[in-house]
């Protein structure tokens, strides 16, 4: 398209300020940049039709709210021409940036200009000729300046400090102390009553409806200081019975971004949260934390539910291994029956996917006790706990090795695909291939790499539920799990003792221990519980 004169040009400014631009934020002002831009407008007698703003948007993302808007005003060819101050106001992505100078302004017959940098596609500067150079300047600019941003909050994250805006329920800001908490007297009485309940065998449900019956503010309520009582759910009092915070411990890190262009944040591993300890006064007793800790493990399928049961969330089918439910049984007519007897059976057999099991829940725990009462009392020779466990801990060393070796050869592929990357956008830049080749591969390297960096958390996720194992085992006295459970049978030297029980269609019951090789021992009492001869 040809222009007679400068009135064909129907000009849009764009201005964009972010925490990026660090120490240049007064230069790089929002009034800064639309004064250069009006006065170059004035001395081009060019004829202004809007203005395109996006305050505190990082230059690495297109996904901004002003520059949405330019480019809907450009499909309804409103503006023709486009003006920012330089080049990393548009952008400092190198690869969208390019794409939109190079492919996208062209082919709606777009003018750019970016006036400090001395860009103009409507003219053939010779500046024109470096701007994908300036493009990558600006993608390492803004690439360092996330990189020291990330240091320093990494700084304030190991020294303990708190940065997370709102502070967590039961605690309040220290108002002479910055990134400090100290205890809300108004709600940290709520959260050890939540520690208390729990511990007492109350389910999540049942703490929930307690809450909700007494109409105690909710923590988004709180937070938000509503006059409305706002109600708790699950996941709140699940969030809250998991959180280190309560034990005086801040834990951060637990998720960052998935690289400084992305939005998207992702979970990081747990051998990588930055977790110190004694940053603040707790609210909950260690001891406690940590009991509450090895229930809800054993017992993740179970939050939901109204009636605690003691082995509910360690029962399995053999057959299709779904986790089996305990509920109250009804009677033929699907109505509940006064004082219900409580049932386990497989979800599947409902469907007609599994053979059907229909276990007495009361006999079944009572026999289950009485076999582990006999069991476990074989467990008084030191020096075989010992020898067994030996083997236990070394299989799973074998299994880290294994998998740290995955871990490697996938940062070995994920560092090639960046190379890969970076050689071809070059290849673009001297026309080796075109436009078209060139982002359809970028899509399919990125792709794969996001699938990569997902692979390589969750090998991670399982190296750490290893370690984790192992150090609670070797950590715990065994001798004293056992002699609690024979001494009170409760419900935590329980859930340390069995990793799942599974019942096959035959009502056969197979306990399986979380000592691993400790299960061989099992053919003193027998390997498996018949349930028929309990009934009979």
Same mark, same amino acid.
């Given at each position: 398209?040809?222009?007679?004169?400068?009135?064909?040009?129907?000009?849009?400014?764009?201005?964009?300020?972010?925490?990026?631009?660090?120490?240049?934020?007064?230069?790089?002002?929002?009034?800064?940049?639309?004064?250069?831009?009006?006065?170059?407008?004035?001395?081009?007698?060019?004829?202004?039709?809007?203005?395109?703003?996006?305050?505190?948007?990082?230059?690495?993302?297109? #996904?901004?709210?002003? =520059? @949405?808007?330019?480019? *809907? %005003?450009?499909?309804? &060819?409103? !503006?023709?021409?486009? /003006?920012?101050?330089?080049?990393?106001?548009?952008?400092?992505?190198?690869?969208?940036?390019?794409?939109?100078?190079?492919?996208?302004?062209?082919?709606?017959?777009?003018?750019?200009?970016?006036?400090?940098?001395?860009?103009?596609?409507?003219?053939?500067?010779?500046?024109? #000729?470096?701007?994908? =150079? @300036?493009?990558?300047? *600006? %993608?390492?600019?803004? &690439?360092? !300046?996330?990189?020291? /941003?990330?240091?320093?909050?990494?700084?304030?994250?190991?020294?303990?400090?708190?940065?997370?805006?709102?502070?967590?329920?039961?605690?309040?800001?220290?108002?002479?102390?910055?990134?400090?908490?100290?205890?809300?007297?108004?709600?940290?009485?709520?959260?050890?009553?939540?520690?208390?309940?729990?511990?007492?065998?109350?389910?999540?449900?049942?703490?929930?409806?307690?809450?909700?019956?007494?109409?105690?503010?909710?923590?988004?309520?709180?937070?938000?200081?509503?006059?409305?009582?706002?109600?708790?759910?699950?996941?709140?009092?699940?969030?809250?019975?998991?959180?280190?915070?309560?034990?005086?411990?801040?834990?951060?890190?637990?998720?960052?971004?998935?690289?400084?262009?992305?939005?998207?944040?992702?979970?990081?591993?747990?051998?990588?949260?930055?977790?110190?300890?004694?940053?603040?006064?707790?609210?909950?007793?260690?001891?406690?934390?940590?009991?509450?800790?090895?229930?809800?493990?054993?017992?993740?399928?179970?939050?939901?539910?109204?009636?605690?049961?003691?082995?509910?969330?360690?029962?399995?089918?053999?057959?299709?291994?779904?986790?089996?439910?305990?509920?109250?049984?009804?009677?033929?007519?699907?109505?509940?029956?006064?004082?219900?007897?409580?049932?386990?059976?497989?979800?599947?057999?409902?469907?007609?996917?599994?053979?059907?099991?229909?276990?007495?829940?009361?006999?079944?725990?009572?026999?289950?006790?009485?076999?582990?009462?006999?069991?476990?009392?074989?467990?008084?020779?030191?020096?075989?706990?010992?020898?067994?466990?030996?083997?236990?801990?070394?299989?799973?060393?074998?299994?880290?090795?294994?998998?740290?070796?995955?871990?490697?050869?996938?940062?070995?592929?994920?560092?090639?695909?960046?190379?890969?990357?970076?050689?071809?956008?070059?290849?673009?830049?001297?026309?080796?291939?075109?436009?078209?080749?060139?982002?359809?591969?970028?899509?399919?390297?990125?792709?794969?790499?996001?699938?990569?960096?997902?692979?390589?958390?969750?090998?991670?996720?399982?190296?750490?539920?290893?370690?984790?194992?192992?150090?609670?085992?070797?950590?715990?006295?065994?001798?004293?799990?056992?002699?609690?459970?024979?001494?009170?049978?409760?419900?935590?030297?329980?859930?340390?003792?069995?990793?799942?029980?599974?019942?096959?269609?035959?009502?056969?019951?197979?306990?399986?221990?979380?000592?691993?090789?400790?299960?061989?021992?099992?053919?003193?009492?027998?390997?498996?519980?018949?349930?028929?001869?309990?009934?009979?």
């Amino acid at each position: 398209m040809l222009f007679s004169n400068n009135y064909n040009f129907k000009v849009a400014i764009y201005i964009r300020l972010s925490r990026e631009d660090g120490d240049k934020q007064e230069s790089e002002s929002i009034k800064n940049q639309r004064d250069i831009i009006m006065r170059y407008i004035k001395e081009n007698n060019l004829q202004f039709v809007d203005e395109y703003v996006d305050d505190g948007i990082s230059g690495t993302t297109f #996904d901004r709210a002003g =520059f @949405k808007r330019l480019i *809907n %005003d450009i499909e309804n &060819k409103r !503006i023709n021409m486009v /003006i920012t101050k330089d080049l990393s106001r548009l952008g400092r992505e190198y690869i969208q940036t390019g794409q939109y100078i190079e492919k996208y302004f062209p082919e709606h017959n777009i003018r750019y200009v970016a006036i400090n940098d001395g860009i103009d596609t409507f003219s053939n500067s010779s500046c024109n #000729d470096i701007t994908p =150079f @300036k493009a990558i300047l *600006n %993608d390492m600019y803004a &690439k360092d !300046i996330s990189k020291k /941003i990330k240091s320093v909050i990494k700084e304030k994250q190991i020294k303990g400090e708190y940065i997370c805006s709102v502070p967590p329920y039961g605690y309040k800001k220290d108002p002479c102390r910055k990134n400090h908490l100290i205890i809300d007297e108004n709600t940290s009485y709520i959260i050890e009553n939540i520690f208390d309940m729990y511990l007492e065998g109350k389910s999540i449900y049942y703490i929930r409806d307690f809450l909700n019956n007494k109409m105690i503010q909710s923590p988004s309520g709180y937070a938000q200081k509503s006059s409305d009582i706002k109600k708790w759910n699950g996941v709140t009092i699940l969030n809250i019975l998991s959180n280190k915070v309560y034990i005086g411990v801040t834990e951060s890190n637990k998720k960052i971004s998935l690289s400084y262009k992305s939005k998207k944040r992702i979970k990081v591993p747990k051998e990588e949260h930055i977790i110190t300890a004694n940053t603040h006064q707790p609210i909950i007793s260690k001891e406690n934390f940590e009991k509450v800790q090895f229930l809800l493990n054993k017992k993740s399928i179970t939050k939901k539910n109204k009636h605690e049961y003691l082995f509910r969330g360690l029962i399995k089918c053999k057959t299709c291994h779904s986790n089996l439910e305990v509920g109250a049984k009804l009677s033929a007519r699907g109505k509940k029956i006064k004082n219900p007897i409580p049932y386990i059976t497989c979800r599947n057999s409902k469907k007609g996917m599994c053979p059907a099991q229909h276990l007495n829940y009361n006999k079944f725990e009572r026999e289950i006790l009485r076999y582990l009462q006999e069991f476990l009392r074989l467990y008084t020779d030191e020096k075989r706990l010992a020898s067994v466990y030996k083997e236990y801990k070394n299989k799973k060393n074998v299994n880290i090795v294994k998998y740290e070796k995955e871990i490697q050869e996938i940062d070995s592929k994920i560092q090639k695909m960046s190379s890969q990357i970076d050689a071809v956008y070059f290849d673009k830049l001297n026309q080796v291939i075109s436009e078209e080749d060139y982002f359809r591969y970028v899509n399919k390297i990125v792709a794969e790499k996001d699938n990569l960096i997902t692979k390589r958390n969750e090998i991670r996720n399982k190296i750490n539920s290893i370690k984790e194992k192992q150090t609670r085992t070797s950590d715990v006295d065994i001798k004293k799990i056992i002699e609690e459970f024979l001494s009170t049978s409760s419900k935590e030297s329980i859930y340390r003792l069995i990793d799942y029980i599974e019942i096959d269609e035959d009502k056969n019951i197979y306990i399986h221990f979380a000592f691993g090789k400790l299960n061989n021992i099992k053919e003193y009492v027998g390997e498996y519980i018949d349930f028929e001869k309990i009934l009979n």
